[in-house]
């Protein structure tokens, strides 16, 4: 079964841009969760997607947003580009909200760098 | 609200030393406690989990503990390997987040180790 997988891998974008990641899950995976991973913040939820529905989303300005398609694909789009922006954006996956057991499975991450 | 502290790092061991990765937590209810780790270049990948107390974790040789009466899920394992070079994050997924897939991660503690 292949894994998450994310595109792309990595981007470089200047300041003032918009950016949109996108995210496949694992098949028959329902849950998407979004994370932003830097040297000074470590690793950080963003936001979670289950059923086209955002259930969960983390301490970020509203620059930051997703969407889930009704095949649990999902894209996060962050808008007018910072420089504190640059991070590895890492997506999950998880069969869904029927245990809270159930682990997540991270994509390779895409790399983003913004100038 | 949730946290997790990890020992930090860098760590640097010898081949076939003893390690020990310290994790404590503070969380709602009875979370689930999970170890990832992330080799250069990627994503993060599961090593392994516990979901409720005096559950034993273990994956590769790795082992980890749910200590309810110290809030602690210590990584460790007998005789490490030059592979096992790579960041640990310990993580935790809280009760009152039931339903929901956000994971609180530490810091992550780098590992390396010298032949």
């Known amino acids: 079964k292949a894994g998450v997988t994310q595109t792309p891998r990595y981007l470089i974008k200047t300041r003032g841009q918009q950016v949109t990641l996108s995210c496949s899950p694992i098949?028959?995976?329902?849950?998407v969760s979004w994370y932003q991973q830097t040297p000074g913040q470590g690793l950080q939820f963003l936001f979670e997607?289950?059923?086209?529905?955002?259930?969960n989303k983390g301490n970020f300005p509203g620059r930051f947003s997703g969407r889930q398609f009704s095949n649990s694909r999902s894209e996060m789009n962050v808008s007018t580009l910072e420089l504190g922006d640059s991070a590895l954006y890492l997506c999950?996956?998880?069969?869904?909200?029927?245990?809270?057991?159930?682990?997540?499975?991270f994509g390779p991450g895409t790399r983003l760098t913004v100038l | 609200g949730d946290s997790v502290t990890q020992m930090e790092g860098p760590v640097t061991l010898s081949e076939e030393a003893f390690l020990t990765i310290n994790c404590t937590y503070t969380?709602?209810?009875?979370?689930?406690l999970f170890w990832y780790v992330q080799y250069p270049g990627e994503g993060l990948q599961l090593l392994l989990k516990?979901?409720?107390?005096?559950d034993k974790g273990s994956n590769k040789g790795f082992e980890a503990t749910y200590r309810k009466e110290t809030t602690s899920f210590h990584l460790e394992k007998g005789s490490v390997q030059v592979s096992d070079s790579a960041v640990y994050f310990c993580?935790?997924?809280?009760?009152?987040?039931?339903?929901?897939?956000?994971?609180?991660f530490g810091t992550g503690t780098r590992l390396t180790i010298i032949p």
């Open positions: 999950a996956s998880s069969l869904g909200p029927e245990g809270r057991y159930r682990p997540q499975y």
């Open positions: 997607y289950f059923s086209e529905t955002q259930r």
């Open positions: 969380a709602t209810g009875y979370p689930s």
């Open positions: 993580a935790l997924s809280s009760d009152a987040n039931f339903g929901n897939e956000k994971l609180t």
């Open positions: 516990a979901t409720k107390a005096d």
């Open positions: 098949s028959g995976h329902r849950s």
